[in-house]
């Protein structure tokens, strides 16, 4: 029950207000009809006797009761209209704020949650789950709620003909209660054994559909291959679903007859009454009506107690996934980042990833002065991107540490020192934004601060940050030698990248490669690590690359990362 709780106020947070007005006219919905329906008994008794006694004057009239229903009816239909519409505005809202929470989640996690299978087994779940559960769920407690509100009322008129009729009609739900409950059960029990294979039938089609992909899927002419695995892994699971539908309805089907039965003796027993003149014909019909809707408000409240059950074990895979908790923060007291880096240090150090059978690195040690620059060579597989990752402190070493100037990393601030370093990945990032966003990128504090002054009403100054943004970028990017094949582009900076969106420009990798150095050299950081720079560069290119290199290392710490 608490993570039904936890999913409802998560609901409550996204928008307060849609959430009380649903409750509002949730119990609105739930009343209106009751009244009606009395209202329903009043008119047929009215209409009765004036058919049988014309010289009597109903009160009150039929005409007055008629006007009265049909202002209920239109009411409980702008009520209805109300609330689908509030449901919309409260549905995007919460689309929105799940992914925020999310996208944070994930963010924050450390990158050893990437190396384990469980772990996107979790994240799989979750972003299923994650915008559609906890409304699913804020829909079920509603329905309950308004489902208990009519069952109060129609017991309160179904008492006055017999005990028997409220108990035959609760003893009449309970078999299809305990369907809906075995349903959920099974259901969920598929689906989570079955992660892995829904997982793979995502991966297929996102290959059959990449563009990253695409032209090795017509060089190999692998696209038969994966559309059969596909079909292969997707038809394995349709039989397993479709075997536990036909059993599931069965059972319906079973208990659908007990209802029919239910519906049967009750009416019989109303009829009896009636024609015993025990009951007039206006009582005859509400109570009929207040039978036929008390066993679909009851089947309401059993649908919404089983979904509440299976939305309750749906929607633990979403705080299962927000439950994960980073291993690498920064130290509660972190020291001060060094004013000027002289050093950093490998010592000793030995590291294997996540569920590697061997170290990668072992007691490996190394040294790297400002105004110098250190070469790490090496073999595949040797280690030598991973040292990027344990001094952006992506994961920790087993053994050993890293320092900047004597200091170990681990009691530095995170923020402050990733801030300290510049990064050229050996797969760096290709981003589908315009040439200017993804050199500025470099310095995520200066892109986040103009950000947040694009949407304040103090547009001086989001100007004059953003002329200053464009001269650090005209000169990363001439640092870069990217300078050249930009100001060729159409939109000069401003151009798109890439062919995901409308009007982006392909680049080759060389270029891509020389763009991710722009973003690097645009950060200004007192630590410069580039992993095989020249993987892309044309022979022009390498020598004013060099002498750029050879200018900064007088006053930074750089680190060059080459195979043998």
């Known amino acids: 029950m608490k993570k039904l709780w936890q999913a409802l106020i998560l609901v409550r947070r996204c928008d307060p207000r849609s959430f009380r007005l649903r409750i509002l006219y949730v119990v609105l919905q739930s009343l209106l009809p009751l009244l009606n329906l009395y209202i329903l008994k009043l008119l047929v008794d009215a209409v009765t006797a004036a058919v049988t006694n014309p010289a009597t004057a109903a009160d009150p009239s039929p005409l007055a009761l008629l006007l009265a229903m049909v202002a209920i009816f239109l009411l409980n239909r702008i009520v209805g209209t109300l609330n689908a519409v509030n449901n919309d505005i409260l549905a995007q809202k919460l689309v929105d704020y799940m992914a925020d ?52 009322g129609i017991v309160a008129m179904l008492t006055t003909a017999s005990i028997w009729i409220i108990a035959v009609m609760i003893v009449a739900v309970m ?26 039938t995502a991966y297929y089609s996102a290959i059959l559909s990449s563009r990253d992909f695409a032209k090795e899927m017509r060089a190999y002419n692998l696209t038969d291959f994966f559309r059969r695995r596909f079909v292969a892994t997707r038809s ?11 059993k599931l309805g069965a059972l319906d089907i079973l208990s659908a007859l007990v209802e029919a039965a239910a519906m049967f003796a009750v009416v019989a027993l109303l009829i009896h009454q009636a024609l015993a003149a025990a009951i007039t014909i206006g009582t005859f019909v509400m109570l009929f009506e207040a039978f036929r809707r008390g066993q679909g408000s009851l089947s309401a ?10 939305n309750r074990l749906f929607v633990t895979n979403l705080f299962d996934f927000l ?11 972190p020291l001060p980042m060094p004013d000027k880096i002289e050093t950093i240090e490998f010592r000793d150090v030995t590291f294997r990833y996540p569920d590697m059978q061997r170290d990668l690195l072992q007691h490996y040690s190394l040294t790297a002065h400002v105004g110098h620059i250190t070469r790490i060579q090496g073999q595949n597989g040797f280690g030598k991107s991973t040292l990027v990752k344990l001094l952006l402190r992506l994961y920790d070493p087993q053994q050993g540490s890293v320092l900047i100037n004597g200091i170990d990393i681990r009691n530095l601030d995170l923020r402050q020192l990733r801030s300290a370093v510049g990064v050229l990945f050996q797969d760096f990032g290709r981003y589908a934004l315009t040439a200017a966003e993804n050199i500025a990128f470099g310095d995520s504090e200066c892109v986040n601060a103009v950000m947040r002054d694009s949407v304040s009403t103090d547009t001086s100054t989001h100007l004059h940050d953003k002329a200053l943004i464009d001269d650090r970028i ?17 939109e ?12 982006g420009a392909e680049l080759s990798m060389g270029q891509w490669q020389r763009l991710a150095i722009a973003r690097l050299l645009y950060t200004d950081a007192p630590i410069l690590v580039l992993d095989e720079p020249m993987a892309w560069m044309d022979i022009p290119t390498r020598q004013p690359f060099i002498d750029t290199i050879e200018k900064l290392s007088h006053n930074k710490i750089i680190i060059i990362i080459t195979h043998t």
């Open 175 to 200: 078999p299809g209660f305990a369907v809906r409950l075995y349903k959920a059960r099974r259901i969920y029990t598929f689906r989570r054994d079955n992660t892995q294979l829904y997982r793979r």
């Open 301 to 310: 409240l059993v649908a919404s107690i089983a979904s509440l059950y299976d």
């Open 236 to 246: 394995g699971l349709v039989r397993q679903l479709i075997a536990i539908s036909r």
């Open 323 to 333: 439950d994960f908790k980073p291993q690498i923060t920064s130290p509660a007291n």
């Open 492 to 503: 000069n900076y401003n151009n798109m990248l890439g062919r995901t969106f409308d009007r």
């Open 474 to 490: 005209r000169h990363a990017s001439t640092l870069a030698n990217a300078h050249s094949f930009i100001s060729q582009l159409p």
């Open 101 to 152: 929470i999310m996208q944070r989640q994930s963010a924050r996690l450390d990158m050893a949650y990437y190396d384990n299978p469980d772990y996107y087994d979790s994240l799989h779940r979750a972003q299923q789950e994650a915008t559609s559960r906890p409304l699913v769920i804020m829909g079920n407690f509603m329905s309950l709620f308004g489902s208990a509100l009519s069952i109060a």
